[in-house]
């Protein structure tokens, strides 16, 4: 994410600041241009989550628009827990925006999500994150960091954020956007396998005795290896750590001979070199973190397999939303 200027005074802004630091003017990112903008109402949701998005017709921004269901904000923690999964949401809702993706300029289906949280007035339920038909569930309750930490620990991953949960969600979702375009499907089995695989034995083979010998080869995680949707799921949100992860180095002035200054990881079309890139960033920040005795940001092994998965998600995201072609008859 690139660092902002205040719309009143030019002072630098973080993408979830609510307030100007320097000049305590209140801030609206607009996704319609991707920028804070100088006059906007407040989302009807600022009060109670601290959204910094400027407000649509409906009161809400166009973020908080696409939650349909949110978990009940008197319950425990539940309200904190919302507010820091649409700050996770909106992050990554203005990086697929860089390309077009699911902006007020996107004419294609946008996708819908159900906030909830595993603290109801009921008592405790189960939450799974999930994607069906457009529709993402969002486990709020990951949102707090012990909750997510010991998940991480009894299913064995080296990373697990609400970011990273987010970004695989959304995956599925561009899975099926991505169906309107001719050329994707074929495309993608011949890279990542048949989906239409029996997605619950799957599943089932993968928790009962885990991933194949040798899936590094050309699974970014054991969970990618479990099915080609979760391939696909699993090598997009990674696509997106590590674009984000340059477009963070450039802002902050960590620059090369192949990120200049001003750089735009969005714009880069040579997808291996984008990997490359957010790679070595990521590695730099794995030594630096080692300084103080953190882990490390990125703990993965790009092999020539996952890099060549990571370089085809890049090409499609990349293009931009797919515009379904128009038939004779008129439908689409
Ligand atoms: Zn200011
Ligand atoms: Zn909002
Ligand atoms: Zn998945």
Not at 232 to 256: F, K, R
Request: some cysteine; glycine content about 10%.
């Amino acid at each position: 994410m690139r660092i902002f200027s205040c719309p009143s005074c030019g002072g630098e802004v973080n993408f979830s600041n609510t307030d100007c630091l320097a000049c305590g003017q209140p801030l609206h990112f607009d996704i319609a241009v991707g920028d804070f903008v100088a006059a906007g109402a407040d989302c009807t949701n600022r009060p109670a989550i601290g959204c910094n998005w400027v407000a649509g017709d409906s009161g809400l921004c166009w973020s908080c628009a696409m939650t349909r269901v949110i978990p009940e904000t008197m319950e425990g923690e539940n309200r904190l827990h919302w507010a820091k999964s649409e700050t996770a949401k909106r992050r990554v809702l203005a990086q697929l925006g860089r390309w077009g993706w699911f902006t007020p300029a996107d004419t294609g289906r946008l996708p819908v999500f159900r906030m909830l949280s595993e603290v109801t007035s009921d008592g405790p339920r189960d939450v799974v994150m999930a994607h069906g038909d457009g529709e993402i569930t969002i486990n709020v309750t990951e949102a707090d960091v012990l909750e997510r930490m010991e998940r991480r620990e009894e299913l064995g991953e080296k990373l697990r954020t609400m970011i990273g949960h987010i970004r695989h969600e959304i995956a599925h979702f561009l899975f099926l956007r991505l169906c309107d375009a001719p050329d994707f499907l074929p495309a993608f089995r011949a890279l990542m396998g048949d989906e239409t695989a029996d997605y619950a034995a799957a599943l089932a083979r993968h928790y009962d005795a885990g991933p194949p010998e040798g899936w590094g080869a050309a699974h970014v995680t054991p969970y990618a290896s479990a099915h080609p949707h979760e391939d696909w799921a699993e090598t997009l949100a990674h696509l997106l750590h590590l674009v984000d992860i340059i477009d963070c180095a450039v802002a902050a002035g960590w620059i090369s001979a192949e990120a200049p200054a001003g750089y735009d990881a969005y714009a880069e079309l040579d997808g291996q070199k984008v990997i490359t890139l957010g790679a070595d960033y990521a590695m730099g920040v794995n030594h630096i973190n080692r300084s103080i005795g953190l882990g490390d940001i990125y703990p993965f092994v790009l092999t020539d397999g996952v890099r060549d998965k990571l370089a085809f998600v890049h090409g499609w995201l990349g293009a931009g939303p797919v515009s379904v072609p128009v038939s004779s008859d008129g439908t689409s």
